[in-house]
């Protein structure tokens, strides 16, 4: 696959971030794409924009603003709460449809600049209740994809069966750690690197770097 071309699927997150980093081993060329939605901060799109310069990956951000009239919700909106939500319940930050539009958009991307292969974080172990991060999901628009534009996309889900920890341990063996732990932004609360420490995102971060850690400091 070294000849051929990606398009990563990229917010400036840990996921997405270390999905680069996996990318940019494997594929001649990689562009990432950002969608703007009216994100709660707009640091995210400027901490995106900062790693892809720094890993010299041509960046598209597409605005997907619209997602904001659809659904507004406690990532769109500053009046809304994040929550958690209950077992089995849609967490308040939930965007129905999201990456099936998201993914959509970068297809139809990775077809205008000429990639075969489409990357994105989506990972159904920690699914927390979002139908198309699941990998049959995954599978399905893979040959709607392909049907629609009578094309041989390949969707890759590097994450799709990895715990946090499991993420670390691969941004780890990307060589990549450091410059994920440090430069990537996942908080809620739009704080960058180890982040606030409160918000759902971070403690979610923190358990699987934790977790890591701690397993690495065994061997
Ligand atoms: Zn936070």
């Given at each position: 696959m070294k000849q051929e071309k990606a398009v990563v699927v990229f917010s400036g997150g840990q996921d997405s971030t270390t999905c680069l980093f996996w990318a940019k081993e494997r594929f001649a060329e990689v562009e990432a794409v950002t969608f703007n939605y009216g994100q709660r901060h707009a640091l995210e799109i400027e901490c995106a924009k900062e790693i892809a310069e720094e890993l010299g990956v041509k960046h598209h951000i597409l605005d997907m603003s619209l997602l904001n009239q659809l659904a507004p919700n406690a990532l769109t909106r500053d009046d809304i709460k994040v929550e958690e939500g209950d077992e089995g319940e849609l967490p308040s930050t939930f965007v129905p449809g999201r990456n099936l539009l998201f993914l959509s958009f970068a297809g139809v991307l990775a077809s205008q600049v000429g990639a075969k292969h489409i990357v994105t974080g989506v990972?159904?172990?920690?699914?927390?209740?979002?139908?198309?991060?699941r990998d049959i999901f995954i599978k399905s628009l893979n040959v709607t994809l392909n049907l629609s534009m009578d094309d041989s996309f390949v969707i890759h889900t590097?994450?799709?069966?990895?715990?946090k920890a499991e993420t670390w341990e691969l941004a780890d063996q990307l060589q990549a750690f450091e410059f994920v732990r440090e430069k990537t932004l996942t908080c809620y609360n739009g704080?960058?690197?180890?982040?606030?420490?409160?918000c759902p995102a971070c403690k979610l971060r923190k358990r699987g770097l934790d977790e890591y850690l701690s397993v690495k400091k065994e061997d």
């Open positions: 990972c159904e172990t920690d699914f927390s209740g979002y139908p198309d991060c590097p994450l799709m069966w990895l715990n704080v960058i690197a180890d982040g606030c420490g409160e």
